[in-house]
């Protein structure tokens, strides 16, 4: 495995591939198309990834922030690299992304059935925040 590096635009296709390889659930004629990844990443998001030793990518996260907390979204890894440190690697490179931003709060939204998710962030240091109700309102329900 490569180290962790980040990804541009470019890298849509590969990305998406990725997230169907790995079950994660996308909006592909919504906030996940080609185009808002690009805007997305020229308003500061950022994407990294790690690859296999032959270049094919393998995990990814994304990296978001609104000046006081950051945020991790969209973390993936391809059901043939799970348990060998991929999704660590994905966290410490993101947390680092966001402690050079000068952001002190990283956290993460996991839906409560993602037990793996659970305990991958539980291991990583992070903990649950009592009495939070994840509130939403879309324009489209394709975003």
């Known amino acids: 495995m490569r180290s962790p590096s980040r990804l541009a ?3 849509h296709a590969r990305i998406i591939a990725l997230w169907e390889q790995a ?3 996308h909006k592909p004629a919504g906030r996940d198309t080609a185009k808002a990844f690009a805007d997305q990443l020229s308003q500061g998001m950022i994407a990294i990834g790690v690859e296999n030793s032959v270049g094919e990518l393998i995990g990814t996260v994304f990296a978001t922030h609104d000046a006081r907390k950051g945020w991790i979204n969209r973390l993936a890894v391809h059901p043939d690299y799970r348990r060998r440190g991929v999704a660590q690697q994905l966290i410490e490179a993101a947390e680092a992304a966001l402690h050079a931003e000068g952001l002190e709060i990283i956290a993460a939204l996991i839906e409560p059935e993602n037990g793996a998710s659970i305990a991958l962030f539980s291991a990583a240091g992070y903990s649950t925040y009592p009495g939070i109700v994840y509130m939403t ?3 489209r329900p394709e975003i």
């Open 23 to 25: 079950g994660l659930e």
């Open 137 to 139: 309102k879309r324009e």
């Open 9 to 11: 635009a470019s890298d």
